[in-house]
């Protein structure tokens, strides 16, 4: 690459990108300033939103995964984003780590740990709290989490972000220019172009932070105990530095060095642990455990899918308040994985796609769900480890390293666990920060990989803000607010599927752009 282009590619769009912080700040500064009267509002929204639109969510993430269904195995999923006789960029192995990377991170390794017990002490259906129907339910509910309609979600704006990007070859890798089909060049190139690139800005930038500062405790808890030291501010950002500094180095040296290395390592690493459990911990309750969830998940996925406790008309469950902030909150974030996901799709079939970001992450949270919540089942059923008190009378993430301190060479596990969980976390940063820095870029994103320059000041910036917010206190209301930025996420995730079915209409491509196709009967520039 040119030192040329290299320049050009440091140019940052700051018509969508100044704005966008300052909303952040805007928000962030008063909601710290008072918190306490700023989470009773925005709980209040939220259980409002709870109360009046759960049935809302539940459909939009149904009919979200039915739409990639169609998509995948119509005559649309065959339809190659880029040019049909290229072969795909990663291997299949590298492509499904990446996206497991991205599209997990390290929240499965505390849901995976922990979730089960929020339900098993507040069962839906009737069942009596911590009876073995509920931690049965507790566990399935943990899989059911990390299943087809959160991916879902996820992918389905992929296919018009990867076909502008790979087909059409526009400049732009942006929610503006998978638009433009339906709203006109005036639309997309003037303000109300940059409001829709605004509001993903906004709700990436404030749900990075989030991640960021939520994700820390992971690991300063394991710390804590490993090293029989307090949780403090200064362990707080000792540990967010060092994932600063290694989610820099990652974006900085790209997908190819950095991010995909750093996604196969932990694929290598979650495995070794997963077995590591298995021959020190209870391998055989495990394997009886996961396979009894499995089969509790199969009999009740509908019912799960589709329970809103319309009958109980006391307080929502933990189930049905947690499965649409949790819908909420895989809103905010869709945006971000599916022009990640379009971005290295180059040479994929919408098909392999949509399918590999439905199935890949899915199988790898089940099987991580089985083993790390069959664990702490375990523990609370011997006894050897009161769980369910834990999560009631203390911070819910210092029973993670109680719960592996039980292991024989306790130190290892704590250890492993507290690495994969930076790698994890590490993953999903850089892929974040990558992604951003070629959204705000003013380069030919279909050329060329976002300026390395970029992409260290937008770390910093999530870096600085999430620091700011743990230090003041504010990561609570933000991480509501980054829920709420859901809301307007839904509308622009429709308006891209539309988007896509117009383009691939407009320009057959389901004919001209698929593996075997002719290179005479290919539009593949159509409008470039």
């Known amino acids: 690459m040119s030192k040329k282009n290299n320049d050009q590619g440091r140019l940052i769009d700051y018509r969508i990108f100044v704005p966008s912080l300052l909303v952040i700040i805007a928000i962030s500064i008063p909601f710290s300033l008072y918190e306490e009267q700023a989470m009773t509002l925005l709980e209040g929204t939220f259980d409002t939103i709870v109360e009046v639109f759960s049935w809302g969510y539940i459909w939009y993430a149904i009919i979200l995964l039915g739409a990639g269904l169609y998509l995948s195995f119509s005559k649309y999923g065959q339809v190659v984003l880029g040019d049909p006789n290229e072969k795909p960029r990663f291997t299949l192995f590298e492509y499904a780590s990446i996206l497991i990377a991205m599209g997990v991170g390290s929240t499965i390794m505390r849901t995976g740990m922990l979730e089960w017990t929020s339900v098993a002490n507040d069962p839906p259906f009737g069942m009596e709290a911590g009876s073995t129907d509920a931690l049965l339910m507790g566990n399935a509910y943990s899989m059911f989490m990390w299943s087809f309609q959160v991916f879902a979600i996820f992918v389905m704006a992929a296919p018009a972000m990867g076909y502008i990007l790979h087909v059409r070859k526009r400049p732009l890798m942006r929610i503006s220019e998978a638009c433009r089909c339906i709203f006109g060049d005036r639309f997309t190139d003037g303000a109300g ?183 702490g089942v375990h523990r609370h059923l011997t006894g050897s480890v009161p769980v369910l008190d834990l999560v009631q009378t203390q911070d819910q993430m210092a029973a993670i390293p109680e719960i592996l301190a039980s292991l024989p060479w306790a130190a290892i596990a704590i250890s492993l666990f507290a690495v994969i969980a930076m790698i994890f976390l590490t993953t999903t940063l850089d892929s974040t920060t990558y992604t951003i820095a070629a959204y705000t870029s003013t380069k030919d994103m279909s050329k060329y990989e976002p300026s390395r320059f970029l992409r260290i000041m937008v770390a910093a910036i999530i870096a600085t803000v999430a620091l700011i917010l743990m230090r003041i206190g504010g990561l609570a209301p933000l991480e509501v607010v980054s829920g709420l930025m859901g809301l307007p996420i839904i509308v622009i995730q429709f308006l891209t599927i539309y988007a896509a079915f117009k383009m691939i209409n407009e320009d057959r491509a389901w004919e001209n752009n698929v593996r075997g196709a002719r290179p005479a009967s290919r539009q593949q520039s159509r409008d470039a």
Do not use: C
Not at 367 to 374: P, R
């Open 193 to 375: 172009g940059r409001f829709l690139d605004m509001i993903f800005l906004i709700s990436i930038l404030s749900g990075a932070a989030v991640t960021l500062g939520l994700g820390t405790p992971i690991v300063t808890y394991n710390l804590s105990h490993l090293f029989n030291i307090e949780v403090t501010f200064g362990l707080t950002l000792a540990i967010t530095i060092l994932w600063v500094v290694l989610f820099s180095i990652s974006a900085y040296v790209g997908i190819d060095r950095g991010i995909k290395r750093l996604s196969k390592l932990n694929m290598y690493l979650a495995g070794g642990f997963a077995l590591f459990i298995m021959v020190a911990g209870p391998g055989v309750f495990i394997l009886d455990y996961f396979t009894e969830t499995l089969a509790s998940l199969t009999t009740n996925y509908i019912n799960i899918s589709l329970y809103t406790d319309s009958l109980g008309m006391e307080q929502a469950s933990h189930m049905q308040s947690n499965t649409v902030f949790w819908f909420a909150y895989s809103a905010t974030w869709a945006m971000l994985h599916s022009i990640f996901a379009a971005k290295i799709s180059q040479g994929r079939t919408i098909k392999e796609m949509i399918l590999t970001y439905l199935l890949a992450p899915t199988m790898l949270s089940w099987v991580a769900t089985g083993v790390l919540g069959g664990l």
